[in-house]
């Protein structure tokens, strides 16, 4: 019963930002959003995650509305490592993961 | 300071063969948790344990079992592989009741024929 829809694949130019949408029009009041992501069979990576304020760390940024019914995580300038399977994730205690979204990075 | 640990990083094993995954974890973290990966698809949680001592069916716990042997490490058995449970098998970590902060090892990479 996955809680989070992401696109299947999207692409992006090198140097270019990377928008990557989540719907998740179930959440609860405290259930925070993750993003996690898995290059190429090495294991998740942590990059970020909000209840309802953006987040901005060093890696990306997380919009999310104030609906909390959607996010965005935002990749400002693109490149070819950050070709990846992306998961967004929301949950209250343990990570289950969907589908993801497989981001390309082209030169 | 290794992170999350899992060995064997490859292994085939015969249908009905038995088998156990080790996993150790050098961050003090409270909460471990077994997950597969079968090709094209996203990660299934298999088992976890929040603390040391306890130990929960994740989606996927049929045919797996989990020993929780102190607080660095988790380990998960097959008792009698099936060609189903072809998989890369993660293991990973975090501080109890946190999701944000989960360090993943390398997986291993499990072949029944």
């Known amino acids: 019963d996955a809680k989070t829809t992401q696109p299947t694949s999207m692409d992006c130019a090198e140097g270019r930002a990377a928008n990557l949408p989540c719907n998740h029009s179930?959440?609860?009041?405290?259930?925070?959003v993750y993003w996690y992501r898995q290059i190429h069979s090495q294991g998740p990576q942590y990059i970020i995650h909000g209840l309802k304020n953006n987040e901005t760390n060093e890696m990306a940024s997380l919009i999310i509305t104030e609906d909390r019914k959607s996010s965005t995580l935002i990749l400002p300038h693109a490149t070819l490592r950050d070709t990846a399977v992306y998961y967004c994730i929301v949950n209250t205690d343990k990570l289950i993961f969907g589908t993801g979204t497989r981001l390309q990075v082209f030169p | 300071n290794a992170g999350v640990t899992q060995n064997p990083k490859f292994q085939v094993l015969k249908t009905g063969q038995s088998m156990t995954l080790q996993c150790a974890q050098d961050?003090?973290?409270?909460?471990m948790y077994w997950y597969r990966q079968d090709p094209g698809m996203g990660l299934r949680l298999i088992y976890y344990s929040a603390s040391e001592g306890t130990t929960d069916k994740g989606e996927v716990p049929n045919g797996y079992n989990v020993s929780r042997l102190n607080k660095r490490e988790f380990s998960l058995r097959l008792e009698s592989a099936a060609p189903s449970q072809t998989s890369v098998y993660f293991c990973?970590?975090?501080?109890?009741?946190?999701?944000?902060?989960?360090?993943f090892g390398s997986g291993t990479r499990l072949t029944v024929v």
């Open positions: 961050m003090n973290h409270n909460s």
């Open positions: 179930t959440i609860s009041g405290n259930e925070y």
């Open positions: 990973a970590s975090s501080r109890q009741g946190s999701v944000y902060g989960y360090t």
